[in-house]
Nanobody, 119 residues
Framework: QVQLGESGGGLVQAGGSLRLSCAAS????????MAWFRQAPGKEREFVAR????????NYANSVKGRFTISRDNPKKTVYLQMNSLKPEDTAVYYC????????????WGQGTQVTVSS
């Protein structure tokens, strides 16, 4: 069983920055990639960013490109999301997820952390 624990959410003014963290823990698990998703009130969950564990290849949603940066710390099994130039439309619950092997879906999800951007 894998547990994902997010932290770093909060309230920030438009134009500000936040850094989210997500640590994976458990026994004998592998990591192919980790990703961030978000869900705003009344909307479906959407992809934000993804990073592979071995080669650190990254992917971003168009809406966050140039503003958000995903990174990872392999020994700590932790993924980060640096969010700059935040906009009110970035307000959402942000979820961390883990893909344990290539070709698999996102097997594990965190509980989510609230990010609120005021105008």
């Amino acid at each position: 069983q894998v547990q994902l624990g997010e932290s770093g959410g909060g309230l920030v003014q438009a134009g500000g920055s936040l850094r989210l963290s997500c640590a994976a823990s458990g026994r004998a698990f592998s990591v192919y990639a980790m990703a961030w998703f978000r869900q705003a009130p009344g909307k479906e969950r959407e992809f934000v960013a993804r990073i592979t564990w071995s080669g650190a290849s990254t992917n971003y949603a168009n809406s966050v490109k140039g503003r958000f940066t995903i990174s990872r710390d392999n020994p700590k099994k932790t993924v980060y999301l640096q969010m700059n130039s935040l906009k009110p439309e970035d307000t959402a619950v942000y979820y961390c997820s883990l893909q344990s092997r290539i070709g698999a879906g996102y097997d594990y999800w965190g509980q989510g952390t609230q990010v609120t951007v005021s105008s």
